[in-house]
C-alpha cells in the first residue's frame, strides 16, 4: 500500500510539474506579445499625448480606421490559407503622424475545407476562421517593424478540439507570433524579414530523444514595382524561408527553400465618383510546386 502511495504521489508530482511548464510557456507567449505592443506604444507615447491635447490640430485627421476585402482565396507567404471565397476586415487606430499602428485583422469564409475528426473518425467541413492582432511602428518613411499574433482557429472545433483562443501551445497549431522588420531601399522596393517567435503552431523538429526543438524561423521577401501607367502598378516578388537552429521550418518539410514566388497587379475599377482597388496576385511556391491566381477586391 505505501509503495502504491508513492507511485501515485510520483505521478501526480510529474503531472503538476508538465501543468506548471503548460502554463509558464503560454504565459510567456502572452507576456512577449503583449511587451512587443507596450515597446510600439512607448515608442510613440509622446505623439499619443499631443493628440489628446490638441484634437482639434487637423480636421481631416481620422484616429479610427475599418475596411474590408472580398477574395476569392486567402495567400501568404507562399501558403493558401484558405482554397475558397472569403470576406476579411479589419479595424485599426493610428496616430496623427501615421508613425504608429494597432490593429485587428480577421476573415471568415463562404466555402469550408475538410479537416479530420479522429473521435467521429471522419472528415467534416469547417469554415476558415481568423482573428489576428497587430502593431507597427514607423521609425522613418524607409523603416519600419511591426509585431503580430497569427490565431488561424479554423477547424479547431470541427476536428474535436477545445478552442483557447489565448493558447500558444507548441503542438495547438493555430496561434504564434512573429517580429518582422521592412525596409524601403527605393521608392519602389521593400526588403521584408519575419521572424517567428519562439517554436509555435509546428515551428519545431521532432529531436531523436522526442524533444522539440524550436526552429524560429525566418522569411525574407523583395518586391519592387517594376511597371507603371495611369492607376496600373505592377510588382514581382520572391521570398524564401530558412532556420539557424533546424532543417525543417515553419514554411518547409525541408532545408530552407524560395517559397513565394510571383507578380501582383494591382488597378482601380471606377463605380461613378467611387474608386475601388483591385488586385490580381500569381503566386509561384517551388517546393510545394503550387500556383494560384488570388483575386483581391478592396470594398472599403
Not at 506548471?20 to 509622446?46: D, E, H, M, P
Request: glycine share 8%; with cysteine; net charge negative.
Amino acid at each position: 500500500m505505501k509503495k502504491e502511495l508513492n507511485l501515485k504521489k510520483q505521478s501526480g508530482d510529474v503531472l503538476n510539474v508538465k501543468l506548471l511548464q503548460g502554463l509558464y510557456l503560454k504565459t510567456r507567449s502572452v507576456v512577449l506579445l503583449f511587451g512587443l505592443i507596450a515597446f510600439v506604444f512607448l515608442c510613440n507615447s509622446n505623439v499619443v499625448a499631443q493628440e489628446v491635447d490638441n484634437p482639434d490640430l487637423n480636421d481631416n485627421y481620422k484616429a479610427f480606421t475599418a475596411g474590408g476585402h472580398l477574395k476569392n482565396m486567402h495567400i501568404w507567404h507562399g501558403f493558401v490559407v484558405h482554397p475558397g471565397a472569403l470576406f476579411a476586415t479589419n479595424l485599426e487606430y493610428n496616430t496623427r503622424n501615421k508613425k504608429f499602428t494597432f490593429g485587428f485583422w480577421g476573415g471568415a469564409s463562404f466555402t469550408t475545407v475538410d479537416v479530420y475528426n479522429p473521435d467521429s473518425n471522419e472528415y467534416v467541413s469547417a469554415n476558415y476562421k481568423e482573428f489576428s492582432i497587430y502593431a507597427v511602428y514607423r521609425f522613418s518613411n524607409k523603416f519600419f517593424v511591426e509585431a503580430v499574433t497569427h490565431n488561424n482557429y479554423t477547424g479547431v472545433e470541427e476536428r474535436g478540439d477545445v478552442l483557447h483562443y489565448w493558447s500558444y501551445d507548441k503542438t495547438q497549431g493555430y496561434n504564434f507570433v512573429d517580429l518582422n522588420f521592412g525596409y524601403n531601399i527605393t521608392d519602389n522596393t521593400l526588403l521584408y524579414l519575419a521572424t517567428i517567435l519562439a517554436g509555435r503552431s509546428g515551428d519545431y523538429e521532432v529531436q531523436t530523444d522526442g524533444s522539440l526543438k524550436d526552429s524560429w524561423t525566418h522569411y525574407f521577401e523583395i518586391k519592387s514595382k517594376v511597371w507603371q501607367k495611369n492607376d496600373y502598378n505592377l510588382s514581382l516578388f520572391a521570398g524564401g524561408a530558412w532556420s539557424f537552429f533546424t532543417d525543417k521550418t515553419f514554411y518547409t518539410q525541408g532545408a530552407g527553400n524560395v517559397i513565394n514566388v510571383g507578380a501582383a497587379l494591382s488597378k482601380n475599377i471606377n463605380i461613378g465618383a467611387y474608386k475601388m482597388p483591385v488586385e490580381v496576385t500569381a503566386m509561384w511556391n517551388p517546393e510545394q510546386e503550387k500556383t494560384v491566381l488570388q483575386l483581391d477586391i478592396t470594398l472599403f
